[in-house]
């Protein structure tokens, strides 16, 4: 499972990086295991023109990914392929597939350069989607530093994966801020820091790294001004990224840049249609933008996706009450 979520997020960072293509986000695309009917009914309910669906088997040393692209709007096949290569060549095959989607779009990539951050380390590469998947779960405090030992190998293995330096720096934090002991915090946030320096340093262009480094200052320091050189750069190299969109927008109006955070939002809203999280975090915006009204409706659509989000209650709450 969790070399299948690698691998599509791999594939969907290389598809987004062609400005031509506005790719669904994660949280919205994998909702669409759930939704009943047919390619152009979840086509429709999704948003998208066309979907990409594939598998990945491991047998050995070698993968077997099979994907089919398929019209939304007519609801045929326009491509499918089967590719098997060796576990060592995962990264040259990722871009490959990636280009032959593309193709089949008939949108040429805007680039094939390697995309910044990234390993051509095997063992770093599979210790850093262990991590991220325990990461993801948002589980509990056990997760999360399991999360934070297999990133820590992942960077022992290859001092210079970017990636895995902010997603150490965003484990860090969060433990830090949900559930450290107050003895600890000190430490954390130095440490959430140190490694998101290390992401920015490897790679300047890398919005996970930009966002970690805005992160860490923002909570660890309360340095708002501080954070906002990192938070922009995320938003500039994080366009086509919901959760940098969304994680943006939320710094924009705690820092009063209201207009920032409406565009953000809004662009994040576009990309991940069905994420609980980006209707809770719009309502938020909205609500700290003065406008009660149209927070609550955004949380109502929240709680529609996810009823048992007791966060978006109680900030609707919060709404009800600027209501007098």
Known sequence: DYLSEGLTEEIRTALMRNPRLS?????????????????????????????????VQRAGANIAVATTLTNGRSGFSEWSQQVVRPLGNLFTFESDIARMVSNAMSVRMATDAPAPGGTRNVAAYEAYLHG??????????????????????????????????????????????????????????????????????????????????????????????????????????????????QFYAIYAVRARLFAQAQSAIERALALDPLNPRAWRSAGSIDLASGRPEEAITRYDRALALNPKMSSARALKGYALIGLG
């Open 23 to 55: 790719v669904l986000a994660a949280t919205s695309s994998n909702a669409a295991k759930g939704l009943t009917g047919d390619a152009r009914s979840i086509a429709s309910q999704l948003g998208v023109a066309y979907l990409l669906e594939g598998s």
């Open 132 to 245: 991220m998947t325990l990461y993801n779960l948002n589980k509990d405090d056990e997760t999360d530093r399991r999360a934070r030992a297999y990133l820590e190998i992942a960077v022992q293995a290859d001092p210079n994966f970017a990636l895995a330096h902010a997603g150490l720096s965003r484990v860090l934090a969060s433990i830090a801020s949900t559930q450290a002991d107050a003895s600890e915090l000190q430490n954390l946030y130095a440490l959430a820091i140190q490694q998101a320096r290390k992401a920015t340093d490897i790679a300047p262009t890398l919005p996970e790294g930009q966002l970690a480094l805005g992160y860490a200052l923002f909570a660890g320091k309360l340095d708002i001004a501080g954070a906002r050189d990192a938070y922009d750069a995320a938003y500039r190299y994080g366009q086509g990224n919901a959760d940098i969109l």
